[in-house]
């Protein structure tokens, strides 16, 4: 009857030697080597200390139906045409007022609850003799993340546009994009930039400065810009036609970066250990090839089964 | 160990073969002391090592037939190869009788060594050969029959040739015949996209298809043009005057023009005179163009509105046109029935340069139903609103699109007005001149300005409602200022603002939804004035959505569902106990396994 090999385990092997001896000080050296070139790989190799993450979410974006606009006459130096939906501004401006017809809708194109872009017309009635060269626009938005932190914010999109020729139609389309000089926060309610972006209650001129407005603005570390870099201007405007600004705001994806506390060490950890175990192996063989061959002296003990008499040898 | 010494050191020597293996001509790396330069026909190589039978007599194109005797360089020499000039196609010699300059096999040079006189050989006056070359890099041995060298290529990078004497690889042998019959197909089948000639001219067919420009005929020129539909085009607006009507669709087109010199042109330029917009006559089918004395097949257009002709009546151009609209009946492939043209006219100043807006209107509707169905405006969605679309209001039995006011170009309130769209909020102002100083007067004035001349009682319900059916409409909902607030005899109590609020909603199913009116608000702001001349008017329109949605139908987790974009495909692991603990078995197993594995390291 053939015999097969069912079952087999490796035979443990001691070797003896003193504290102070040639094979202590190498495994001293095999554990070094062992345990700290894993950590200086990983470090080297850059990202073991990760500082901030990011994710992408897409922006819960409300039009908050709040518009400034000043346009810029010419070719007479200093004139201007001013409307907003602020009544104190409005008030300020006397006979640079002019309504115009403003029709806005938001649209949620994929029907997830978030809106994807707005769409902005604004007709400003012009007399004939009016000619515009320019155009500063403040639209203001409520602008909300939810993944991480709960970030809400109250932002504008700014254009200023202008073209040598006198206008009849400015068309925009572009994205409201989220610019961050700082990471948001991991975890919890951020509201400190909940704030108006123009302080409509205010009834003097100051707070509806196009500087002070921007300025105070720029204070954030969170903002939101309006990225379209080609406005097209078209000219031509006929006597009693209005001029006419089309407007298509996108509410894109953002990529948002947050700072990393306490889950560094897991990515850390996770590094080392896989570079680790490629060093506990290949030491191993080393160890294992050295006591076996007898490059350092040590007594070896004979092969035996786990636990009988090893524990008397320890005694 | 010690296998693993002998595998370590079989990959050492694979890692380094030249010292195992001798490869050609890869020492004799000494350069070439006579020869600077080959010239471009060798593409600047530098020959380093070369092999023998390179002196075999010259070819037809100056391509060296090697024979397959003569084997590679296992004896590297070397030498320049100085290639005898003569050619017996010279392409650079241009100027019979003159030594041509550089061009090392012109006979009038009398030159047995060129290159010591010229600076470089012009490409082609060299003899050429086919080499085909691969980095030296990737040789390691040659045992090819034909020779084979190494050149050092401009970029300084060293490839290895073959001197392949393939005659029917190295030469264009095969000429195709090219007569009348396969030039075009030739043409294309060798030929990409090219520069095509404009005209294409084709026969007309039997009926117009939607999209299709219309055909006109001008009976005293014997003309036949297109009917047009001027609109603005690039950055001015300005008007393309040829820009044609398409068969089938209504739509408008608006676009501008600028007058230098309008005392002239008042009376001559057509495009303000209403007659070059009847003045022919239109083809009913294309094919009427085979037979243009047949007045079956044309169709002339009748006018509707009252038209005269521009007259320069001192500064001012009277009858311009500025609006044109063309009803046009069809009736499928029989083609237009009917064309009928109503005109809108306008007064222009001469000076200074004026600009005139034009808009044109095409309508295209069924010959039958034109005589049957009066005045019924087009729906705003069926049976849903669409957005965009009116707003439909009714007073009494009269259906209209509800409107906001709007303002002129100098700030006061136009007569025009803006349509409201379904689901665009808007908003504008104006200031009206207050004419009357009778309080009741100004108050009706003023809901008249702002709502407009008809005072809207119901709203449709659907894009399609029939104002015959009052169960399609609803009743809008008021709040007006109370006007007795004051106890002011001098002061007036108006409303200055109107807005209007929406609700709407969808119905139906969730793939297909039909957007509703619920309900609508006018709600009216009101102030005191008193004796101003002028008051600010606002109205906005703010359409707000109610729909519920539906939950979203899940049902239980399933086995078999996997996460989106897992590599793994870990079953999905639900809350629920037994989906979970069943779930969670293969990957416990995996870290399971995955510590063993550690562990059994460290016991090793």
Redesign the interface.
């Known amino acids: 009857m053939a015999l097969h090999e069912l079952f087999s385990h ?1 035979v443990e092997r001691g070797y003896r030697a003193g504290l102070c001896s040639k094979a202590a000080l190498f495994l001293l050296l095999a554990a070094a080597l062992t345990y700290i070139p894993p950590l200086l790989v990983a470090f080297r190799s850059h990202g073991f200390w990760l500082k901030r993450s990011s994710y992408e979410e897409q922006p819960t974006v409300r039009f908050q ?1 709040q518009v400034l606009l000043v346009a810029l006459l010419g070719p007479e130096p200093g004139g201007v045409l001013a409307w907003s ?1 602020f009544p104190a501004f409005n008030r300020l401006q006397g006979d640079r ?9 938001e649209e949620d194109r994929n029907q997830d ?1 978030k809106m994807d872009r707005l ?1 902005f017309k604004l007709e400003l ?4 003799t ?1 000619h515009i060269l320019g155009v500063q626009l403040i639209l203001t938005f409520s602008y909300q993340l939810h993944r991480m932190s709960t970030f809400v914010m109250q932002s504008m999109a700014f254009l200023q546009s202008s073209f040598a020729v006198p206008g ?2 400015l068309h925009v389309n572009g994205d409201l994009r989220l610019q961050q000089r700082q990471p948001l926060s991991y975890g919890g309610l951020d509201v400190r930039y909940n704030v108006s972006v123009i302080n409509g209650t205010s009834p003097f001129a100051c707070d509806y400065d196009l500087t002070h407005i921007v300025a105070a603005y720029q204070e954030r570390n969170v903002t939101t810009i309006l990225d379209d870099p080609n406005p ?11 001029f006419v600004i089309d407007a298509v705001i996108r509410y894109p994806v953002e990529v948002i970066s947050y700072p990393l506390h306490e889950r560094m060490i897991k990515f850390a950890w996770v590094q080392y250990v896989s570079i680790l ?1 490629i060093f ?2 290949v030491f ?1 063989r080393i160890k ?2 050295v006591f076996q ?1 007898q490059v350092v002296t040590t007594v070896p003990a004979n092969a035996m089964p786990h636990g009988e008499v090893y524990k008397e040898h320890l005694s | ?1 010690c296998r693993l010494q002998l595998v370590l050191l079989q990959v050492f020597f694979l890692m380094f073969p030249e010292n195992a293996q001798p490869q050609p001509s890869s020492s004799s790396s000494a350069a070439v002391p006579t020869s600077p330069d080959l010239g471009p026909g060798t593409l600047g190589w530098t020959v380093q090592s070369s092999s023998e039978g390179t002196a075999t007599p010259p070819d037809v194109l100056g391509i060296s037939t090697v024979g397959p005797t003569l084997v590679t360089s296992s004896a590297p020499r070397n030498r320049t190869v100085e290639v005898f000039p003569v050619l017996p196609v010279c392409i650079c010699d241009l100027t019979p009788g003159t030594c041509d300059i550089n061009c090392c096999c012109d006979r009038d040079c009398y030159l047995l060594h060129p290159r010591t006189v010229f600076s470089f050989c012009l490409p082609g006056s060299l003899r050429s050969s086919s080499w085909v070359c691969v980095d030296n890099s990737l040789i390691f041995r040659s045992n090819s029959p034909f020779p084979s060298r190494v050149f050092m290529d401009s970029n300084g990078i060293r490839q290895f040739c073959v001197h392949a004497n393939n005659s029917k690889l190295n030469y264009f042998q095969k000429l195709q015949e090219v007569n009348a019959t396969n030039f075009q197909a030739l043409a294309a089948e060798f030929g990409g996209e090219s520069f095509t000639s404009a005209f294409q001219t084709q026969s007309p067919s039997a009926f117009y298809r939607a999209g299709d420009p219309i055909l006109t005929y001008f009976p005293q020129w014997s003309v036949i043009s297109l009917l047009r539909q001027p609109a603005g085009v690039g ?4 008007c393309a005057e040829s820009n044609p009507a398409g068969f089938l669709e209504s739509k408008s087109t608006t676009c ?3 007058f230098k010199n309008l005392a002239s042109s008042c009376t001559l330029d057509s495009a303000l005179n209403a007659a070059s917009y009847y003045d022919f006559a239109v083809l009913k089918v294309p094919r009427g163009m085979a037979d243009l004395q047949n007045m079956e097949f044309q169709v002339p257009v009748t006018v509707v509105s009252q038209v005269g002709p521009p007259v320069l009546a001192g500064n001012t151009c009277q009858n311009v046109v500025s609006q044109v609209t063309y009803e046009i009946e069809t009736n499928g492939t029989f083609g237009i029935q009917k064309v009928s043209v109503s005109f809108e006219q306008t007064n222009l100043t001469v000076e200074p340069s ?4 034009q808009h044109f209107i095409f309508y295209f509707r069924p010959f039958q139903q034109s005589t049957a169905a009066p005045l019924t405006g087009p729906r705003s969605g069926n049976p849903g609103y669409i ?2 679309k009116p707003l439909l209001a009714l007073t009494g039995d009269i259906s209209y699109s509800m409107t ?1 006011l ?6 006061t309130c ?1 007569v025009k007005r ?1 349509v409201v ?1 379904f ?9 009206l001149r207050v004419k009357t100083a009778n309080c009741s007067h100004l108050q009706q004035e003023i809901y008249q300005t702002l709502h407009g001349s008809l005072r809207p009682e119901l709203i449709a319900i659907f894009g399609n409602a029939d104002p015959a059916q009052k169960e399609g409409w609803t009743r809008i909902l008021r709040r007006s200022c109370s006007v007795s607030a004051k106890n002011c005899t001098s002061c007036c109590f108006i409303p200055v603002s109107l807005e209007i609020q929406v609700l709407w909603s969808f119905l139906g199913l969730q793939s297909n939804p039909q957007a509703h009116v619920s309900s609508a608000r006018f709600l009216y702001q009101c102030q005191s004035v008193e004796d101003s001349q002028e008051v ?1 008017l ?1 109205t906005l329109v703010n359409f707000v959505d109610i729909t519920q ?1 539906p939950e979203p139908p899940r049902g239980q987790p399933r086995m078999d569902w996997k996460l989106p974009f897992d590599f793994f495909s870990f079953k999905v692991a639900f809350s629920r106990a037994i989906d979970s603990q069943k779930s969670s078995v293969p990957p416990i197993l995996i870290l399971c396994l995955l510590l063993l594995g ?1 562990l059994n ?2 016991t ?1």
């Open positions: 490796p139906h939906t007022l002019r309504v115009p017809l403003v029709s806005t809708r609850g769409h009635p012009l007399q004939s009016e009849s139609q097209i201007w078209l000219v031509g405007r006929a006597a009693e036609a209005p175990l506990l192996w191993e294992i090839f061959n | 160990m950055a001015g607006g300005l501008t023009r600028f004026p600009s005139l807006q957005v965009g906001l709007q303002s002129q170009g100098n700030g136009s803006h769209q689901g665009v909020n808007a908003m504008s102002g104006c200031k600010p606002t949605k550690v390291l460290e090793n």
